[in-house]
């Protein structure tokens, strides 16, 4: 599914229970200095990123100053975030004008809060300029803090260069069935450099069947219940997506690639270590 850009006014892009993603939360926050937001959601883990901008986070009982410090946009520095638990009440408090996105899963117990700043990332890079699959993953919540989190991965994944592919070769995540595959629920936000690029997101959901795509834009939010679905920005636009993952039955994320496709995984460099980090 495909949701074109538009103001949210503050107000969740992705709620609680959503019929597509029921694993999934997202909002967009957007605050002048001095501005404050306040959320508490029952039943789902979060992580509070600034795309532009810094920010103070208050939750259970802790005080993250000073988080993020990216200006113009999302190529203009590393991330940083703050793991919020379960029912546990956050205030996002604008030191400077901002943009933040906040990730969800669902997952009922209540972990501890902790702050991930820029020497925390995973850092993962991988493809080639040759396979048009050249990419940069930069894990905020990813496999260096699996024991403090619940079911809920974040990252922002960039394209390397101008124009390209991501997610290639196709693969699915939406059935338990280990040691094979997990279903964990997807939701991505996207943004072009220029902002007038686009791109293509494809969503398969048989092998060798017809799909869906969707034209997608700076500030588009693309949903993922089920299927194949790599993606690609058109020719000289460079393209970043916010990403969300949310387990059904574990944290550790098993990917299935499509069959047809399978045989690219011995043609794209360092593939192998970008799957071992969505855990």
Known sequence: MHIPPFDNANQPIVDVDHPLVPLNYFNIV????????????DGYETCIVPATGT??????????ADIGHRGTDVWDGDPEGVYVPTDTGARITARTDTEVFVAGARFAETLKPFA??????????????DTKTHRKIKHILGAGHHDRVGRLLVSELFTVGAGG?????SHKHDTDRLPDETRHDETYNFRFKPDY???????????NEPGDAYHIMNRSTVLIDKGYHPCCALPGYEMYYFTILGGLSQRSLKQYFQPTHAEQLHTIPGIMDMVAKFK
Do not use: I
């Not at 592919?165 to 070769?169: E, I, K, L």
């Open 30 to 41: 957007n605050l002048r200095a001095g501005e404050v937001f306040d959320y508490r959601l």
């Open 55 to 64: 920010v103070t986070v208050e939750t259970g009982g802790q005080t993250f």
């Open 116 to 129: 991930v700043r820029k020497d925390d990332l995973d850092l993962v890079q991988y493809g080639s300029d």
């Open 165 to 169: 592919w991501s997610g290639f070769p």
């Open 197 to 207: 690029g686009s791109g293509l997101q494809m969503l398969q959901r048989e092998d």
